[in-house]
């Protein structure tokens, strides 16, 4: 008698040890950013100096993603992934290549691919990139580029029910690659329908030369306390009309509600995004 009660006695330690990790639920964000159609004719000038990006707790989950685009399209043949370098193609014309995993292909872009591709899968260890085939928002983004809008990124990935204190800020970026000036100009656009998280006090600008910059380049973090909770803060880069690189700044935070479709909406660009419930 005393063993058994023993034995439910560790029994009941276990499940108790283990609550925690199955309580904790699951949810899914997709979004695509894209383009406004006549952003090319907006003259707005803010002329508000924006602090850098959050650089904190970063996560970069697309990254691996571009690459697997440039591995995938390697392994096709597509010559534009040839990973030899220019003597070498003139040298060996006719020979095959070899495709490797490690090969930096987001270096080789010049403009990002729109989706970007991951292995299709259903755990809940760690955050990961959604597969092109967990996407549901397909036929969204063909009706805004219908509509003359040019898709930049349509993405999502899964994560857990986190405080503010440990989410992560998740990296966001695609588009066109630009290479940065000696001299940067930011510009932003509050909205009156969220809550600006730009400082009041005007802050330096990023001044250095050399780094690749593209199109579109941000964070996106997402904690729950009761509610979910989005803190986004993006720069959208562009050339003016006398061919000097600036950006847009949309940072914003706001509450949202799981299974509802949200527009984060600015004169340059726009961000439409789901947070669904994953297995819960």
Known sequence: MKQSLVKWGLLAALSTATMPALAVRWFEVELIAFAQKDASQIREDFSIETP???????LDLLTQGYNN????ACLAGNPSYDPRSVTEQFTTAQSSWYCDDDINYVQKYDVLPVVPVSEPLEHMQSMYLLAPEQLKFESIRKKLERKGHTAILHTGWRFPDQSKKRAPNVVVYGGKKF?????YIYRAQPSDNF???????PQPSIKSGGETLWELDGTMKIHIRHYLYVTSN????????SGELESARMSQFTRVYSGDIH???????????QIRKYKH
């Open 52 to 58: 850098p990006l959050p650089n904190n707790k970063r």
């Open 69 to 72: 685009v440039g591995h995938q």
């Open 179 to 183: 290479a940065q000036p000696a001299s």
């Open 195 to 201: 809550i600006s998280l730009l400082n009041s006090a």
């Open 234 to 241: 993006f720069d959208y880069r562009y050339l003016s009309d």
């Open 263 to 273: 527009y984060l909406d600015h004169p340059k660009m726009g961000i439409i995004f």
